[in-house]
């Protein structure tokens, strides 16, 4: 902390650590931890939200899975509404509606979906058979796999997957040297005959990191 208010006095910065918060991770970090920033403490929280992700304390990402559901939900409403005749509109429109509003908040936290819990998974997955549904005028026993054919709209976790690969891609193409440099740091520490303990994003894409690094 001091090395942060050195940097932030030579750069001339001002900073309000009753605006900061701090998170412990892991199922024994029950105490709070006396924290200071200018001489102020820094107030504890068990979740925060970081680049648009709420992340727990015990890393299940229940929270965010929760919040994503909440703002598809409201946006399901939406075409609801709108999937009633009396609308006129086609159900490749209420797709693309479908894929503009809710659809874009899925793809926002595609880069967290391997790490979900079958569970959590299943939230997303569902949040997608509804939105179809409800697109396609379809009764509430309808197959969530006749939906997919029919609207020719790929799976979440396709759509996820497909996301990420082209992320990893990107950043190599592009030489992001943070995301070049942590590739790097992997598998030095975890070749391919080594599998952590505990899984990070990085374990999924394993063959496309080693294709850029060979």
């Not at 998170?23 to 107030?43: A, R």
Request: include cysteine.
């Amino acid at each position: 902390m001091k090395k942060l208010e050195n940097w932030l006095i030579k750069w001339r910065l001002s900073i309000n650590p009753s605006k900061c918060q701090y998170i412990l991770f892991g199922k024994g970090h029950n105490k709070e931890v006396n924290i200071q920033l200018m001489k102020e403490s820094i107030p504890a929280t068990n979740e925060i939200k970081f680049l648009g992700m709420i992340i727990d304390k015990s890393m299940n990402l229940t929270s965010c899975i929760n919040a994503i559901k909440t703002k598809c939900n409201n946006r399901l409403n939406i075409i609801k509404i709108l999937s009633h005749k009396s609308w006129k509109l086609t159900e490749k429109t209420l797709c693309n509606i479908y894929i503009s509003l809710s659809r874009s908040i899925i793809d926002y936290s595609a880069i967290i979906f391997n790490l979900l819990s079958e569970t959590n998974k299943k939230s997303l997955r569902s949040i997608q058979y509804q939105a179809l549904r409800h697109a396609m005028r379809k009764p509430i026993m309808s197959s969530h796999t006749e939906l997919l054919e029919i609207t020719k709209i790929c799976t979440i976790d396709k759509r996820c997957q497909e996301l990420n690969e082209k992320y990893f891609i990107n950043a190599f193409r592009y030489e992001n040297e943070m995301v070049i440099e942590t590739c790097k740091n992997y598998s030095n520490w975890y070749p391919d005959s080594r599998t952590p303990k505990y899984k990070t994003i990085l374990c999924y894409f394993r063959d496309t990191i080693k294709t850029y690094l060979d």
